[in-house]
């Protein structure tokens, strides 16, 4: 049992990090700057939601559950936020309001 | 070895990205080798057993003076032509000047005494009367609380000093700019819903650092973001400088403090010392007492000093 | 050296990096994010010093550590204030730097 748990938290992370790796990728690769927050907040977000999931069987308490979820959910909502901002100020840059 | 793996990408990584915050072309992209920098300092310091001062490395060294770095930057940067570099001789005389110190910094790192000197089985001897757990803590609320008493005394003169930077018309007027608000925009959505969260989780750092990692200045600087942040969404207006209640919050702390030190004379050893069997009353009373002018003093230190209206 | 080596050479590194902006750079915003890098170079050398001093079962010596959580809350402070200097200097006067000789006309426009 212990031995599937911990394979599946192996799992995890490490796609996770692959999720990470190409994020990453995406941002430095990428020409405009929308695919590049594209690739980072979508890679990203299910990078750190794999790596959550995969730490999750790992902790001690359902306190310590709880925070790893809630850090996910902050990051999540940060980032998509952040987005969303990057986003609307290269709209206004690209066409701004008369 | 395996902790070599982990220690040399990361001691690389960190000289890298400050490396690359000198090179940058653009001051925006200084910024971001800055932010950069200052994220994989918050992971060396988490490898070196220092979660205490990982915490305080992300939130106030990373996050905090990234933002108002950041800030600065896009008023004054992107209007600016670029300055003329200083001359050449002066840059290689800088650089000769910078890499010996370098070199020699890190040979005195490397002939330290071993064994080395170490004060932890003194503050571990000696954490049992303050009732705390976190021996970090300890050092700052009991043993070295001089140290702390000066630092919340710096946080309250360097609010003066910005405050002080206003024009004289704009005395009395609510700290920062005057952001516009965008009822419905992202930012406003972010400010309406993470404060609730965010004051819970800056409450808990302050609280937990008792024990745990964590405490005043960790938690102050999250309540501090969760403050600003609906005055950036330009949801609320901050309250005017010559508020007496805003500058109470900020004088709490060190006004607290000293009146415990003072009490030490008449009821325990001396200054700063604390009666047997109160000790840890008294320290939860100052973290109290802190946590809040932290918070206060770091939102009007991120604002700036006064330069919109104040409120009708 | 309890494994810190490589953390020590980059502490060092990141001082003579953070003197270096200092020095060699005009820009003021640039030379206060200099002064920063300098700053985490130097902190480290506490936490270099803290973990080399593991001792009585704590993993590094706490005093180090108060020592940098302090120092941390003060440079914040320092950089707070020169930045609302550097921003003064700007909206007054139109320089981003600390040259002697007067800003170019392009430059000089106060946005007070």
């Known amino acids: ?98 | 070895m395996t902790a070599l793996l982990l220690d040399l990408p990361l001691a690389l990584g960190l000289f890298g990205a400050g490396a690359a915050t000198l090179l940058a072309r653009s001051l925006f992209g200084a910024v971001l080798g800055f932010i950069s920098t200052g994220l994989i300092a918050t992971l060396v310091w988490v490898r070196l057993e220092a979660p205490d001062v990982a915490l305080t490395e992300a939130v106030i060294g990373a996050a905090a003076t990234s933002v108002i770095i950041l800030y600065v930057a896009s008023r004054i940067g992107n209007r600016a032509t670029p300055p003329a570099p200083p001359p050449i001789a002066q840059r290689v005389l800088a650089g000769i000047l910078s890499a010996l110190l370098a070199v020699l910094l890190a040979h005195a790192l490397f002939s330290l005494p071993e064994p080395a000197p170490s004060l932890a089985a003194p503050v571990l001897d000696n954490i049992a009367p303050t009732g705390l757990g976190n021996p970090v803590t300890a050092v700052l609320m009991a043993h070295r609380a001089i140290d702390t008493l000066l630092e919340s005394a710096v946080l309250v003169f360097a609010v003066f000093a910005i405050w002080s930077m206003a024009p004289e018309r704009r005395w009395g007027r609510a700290p920062g700019p005057a952001f516009m608000a965008e009822a419905h925009g992202p930012l406003a959505f972010l400010a309406k819903v993470l404060p609730p969260i965010g004051i819970v989780i800056g409450v808990y750092i302050a609280w937990v650092g008792a024990d745990a990692p964590g405490g005043k200045f960790q938690g102050g600087a999250v309540l501090a973001a969760m403050w600003v942040l609906p005055w950036i969404a330009g949801l609320v207006a901050p309250p005017s400088i010559s508020d007496m209640r805003l500058r109470l919050a900020i004088a709490a702390g060190p006004l607290v403090f000293l009146m415990v030190g003072l009490m030490g004379f008449a009821v325990a050893e001396g200054f700063l010392a604390y009666p047997p069997g109160y000790a840890k009353t008294l320290i939860l009373l100052i973290e109290t007492a802190m946590t809040l002018s932290v918070a206060a003093a770091m939102a009007c230190m991120i604002a700036g000093p006064p330069e919109r209206r104040a409120r009708p | 050296m309890n494994g810190t080596a490589p953390f020590a050479l980059a502490a060092a590194g990141l001082v003579g990096l953070g003197l270096y902006g200092m020095l060699a750079q005009s820009s003021v915003l640039r030379k206060v994010i200099a002064f920063n890098l300098l700053g985490i170079g130097v902190f480290l050398v506490f936490g270099i010093a803290a973990r080399r001093g593991a001792a009585a079962g704590l993993p590094a010596d706490p005093v180090p550590q108060a020592m940098v959580i302090t120092g941390l809350v003060v440079a914040f402070a320092a950089t707070a204030l020169a930045l609302v200097l550097t921003l003064r200097l700007h909206q007054t006067t139109g320089a981003v730097t600390l040259a002697e000789d007067p800003p170019t006309a392009n430059s000089a426009a106060p946005s007070e």
């Open chain 1, 1 to 98: 049992m212990s031995m599937l748990i911990s394979l599946f938290s192996a799992a995890c992370v490490l796609a996770g990090v692959f999720f990470f790796i190409a994020g990453t990728l995406g941002l430095l690769r990428f020409g405009d700057t929308l695919s590049r927050v594209h690739a980072l907040t979508k890679a990203d977000n299910l990078g750190l939601g794999l790596i959550a999931l995969g730490l999750l069987p790992l902790v001690d308490g359902i306190a310590d559950a709880l925070k790893l979820v809630v850090i996910w959910a902050l990051v999540f909502l940060g980032g998509t936020t952040a987005a969303q901002l990057v986003a609307l100020a290269v709209r206004r840059e690209q066409d701004p309001p008369p």
